[in-house]
């Protein structure tokens, strides 16, 4: 290193004139870059001492272009490294945090923990990201801020972040494409959006069970039957009667698809609910919700795999939009996706939805 110009720069720092400090943190900074960027102990520190005390006197303007430079540094001077990555200008802490693989996780968290959108955001955006870094910005970030954390492949999160980031997106359609399309979600929760999002995220959804190979498959299923939570509210007042109606008819194999129409049709709707789910082998919660939002999608899915004609299927699909103006031409569109579905793969969407009953019925809590 040249020493003795690094002596006559550091000779300068009590020049008053701030162009004239500013040219010194310049010449420091080109000096520190001079051959492989390399020094020992000793120097960096030196380094680090000089360039922060100019630094801190900087505008933003020339602190954000020395961040830039450091941010690329395989060694950059820690302290000056820490107090950029911490600076409220976020055009001075963006380039570090981003971009500077310098910074540890301890570097990260404390500015995950004690800065704002911006400076979690340009955290979410760095090659990679660590489980524990990630669970602060889950806890901390805010829906934009969340949706760049789901989108970066390079980010690490725990099954109970991703959890957190799902609960989260159930309740906000701008999150809906960022959890489908992050390829670690675990697909058992990846299903639980299945309600929520629109036909093509249904369609990526199913794709992305298609993939699953079967050992996968029960590891998902049994780390969902372990986080199950209560969502589904109480049972309506005439789940009890419906029940012991339905398992007498069930003791006399009277539980038919033509039963089933007719409670529909009768608007004994508990009774239909309770049906379903002993001939699909499904949960309460889950048909409730089908029901409820109308959602013939998801009933096809339920019909399917549960090997009903496509002409049963049609009957529900009327007999739920009832009074809607076009109920016909809908059932008919809701026929033709019916027909589209491989049964394959209902079978092994509605997989997830078992769960909810093998882990019994939530709706009862």
């Known amino acids: 290193m040249e020493r003795s110009k690094l002596h006559d720069l550091i000779a300068l720092a009590n020049e008053p004139s701030s162009a004239r400090r500013r040219e010194l943190?310049?010449?420091?900074?080109?000096?520190?870059?001079?051959?492989?960027?390399?020094?020992?102990?000793?120097?960096?520190?030196l380094f680090d001492d000089v360039?922060?005390?100019?630094?801190?006197?900087?505008?933003?303007?020339?602190?954000?272009e020395l961040a830039s430079r450091l941010a690329a540094a395989a060694a950059p001077p820690r302290h000056l490294l820490r107090d950029l990555a911490r600076d409220t200008a976020i055009t001075v802490a963006e380039p570090v945090l981003t971009g500077s693989a310098a910074l540890t996780d301890d570097d990260l968290l404390a500015v995950a923990h004690t800065r704002g959108q911006d400076h979690l955001r340009a955290?979410?955006?760095?090659?990679?990201?660590?489980?524990?870094?990630?669970?602060?910005?889950?806890?901390?970030?805010?829906?934009h801020t969340l949706d760049a954390l789901l989108r970066n492949d390079g980010a690490e999160l725990s099954r109970e972040s991703h959890e957190r980031a799902v609960d989260?997106?159930?309740?906000?359609?701008?999150?809906?494409?960022?959890?489908?399309?992050r390829r670690?979600?675990?697909?058992?929760?990846?299903?639980?959006?299945?309600?929520?999002?629109?036909?093509?995220?249904?369609?990526?959804?199913?794709?992305?069970?298609?993939?699953?190979?079967?050992?996968?498959?029960e590891a998902a299923l049994a780390a969902s039957r372990k986080s199950l939570a209560t969502r589904d509210g109480a049972l309506p007042d005439d789940y009890e009667e419906a029940e012991r109606a339905v398992r007498l008819l069930k003791l006399?194999?009277?539980?038919?698809?033509?039963?089933?129409?007719?409670?529909?049709?009768?608007?004994?709707?508990?009774?239909?609910?309770?049906?379903?789910?002993?001939?699909?082998?499904?949960?309460?919660?889950?048909?409730?919700?089908?029901?409820?939002?109308?959602?013939?999608?998801?009933?096809?899915?339920?019909?399917?795999?549960a090997g009903f004609?496509?002409?049963?299927?049609?009957?529900?699909?009327?007999?739920?939009?009832?009074?809607?103006?076009?109920?016909m031409g809908r059932a008919r569109e809701y026929g033709e996706l019916f027909d589209a579905l491989p049964r394959e793969a209902a079978q092994r969407t509605i997989r997830f939805w078992r769960l909810r009953r093998q882990s019994g019925d939530v709706a009862a809590a």
């Open 184 to 217: 670690a979600v675990p697909v058992d929760l990846l299903n639980e959006m299945y309600f929520v999002v629109e036909a093509q995220l249904r369609d990526a959804i199913r794709d992305r069970n298609s993939e699953v190979d079967p050992e996968a498959l």
């Open 252 to 305: 006399r194999n009277g539980i038919t698809p033509p039963v089933l129409a007719a409670f529909l049709r009768n608007r004994e709707t508990t009774k239909f609910l309770v049906a379903l789910c002993e001939l699909a082998d499904i949960d309460f919660g889950t048909a409730r919700k089908i029901l409820d939002r109308r959602d013939l999608d998801a009933l096809s899915i339920v019909c399917k795999a």
């Open 123 to 143: 955290i979410s955006l760095r090659s990679t990201v660590s489980a524990a870094v990630s669970e602060a910005i889950v806890e901390r970030g805010d829906d």
């Open 51 to 64: 360039m922060g005390q100019l630094a801190s006197d900087m505008e933003e303007a020339v602190r954000g």
């Open 25 to 45: 943190l310049r010449g420091v900074t080109d000096l520190f870059f001079v051959g492989d960027g390399a020094h020992g102990g000793a120097e960096l520190a």
């Open 309 to 327: 004609e496509r002409s049963l299927y049609l009957t529900f699909a009327v007999l739920i939009l009832d009074r809607e103006a076009n109920a």
């Open 168 to 181: 989260r997106a159930m309740a906000n359609t701008d999150l809906h494409a960022a959890v489908v399309a």
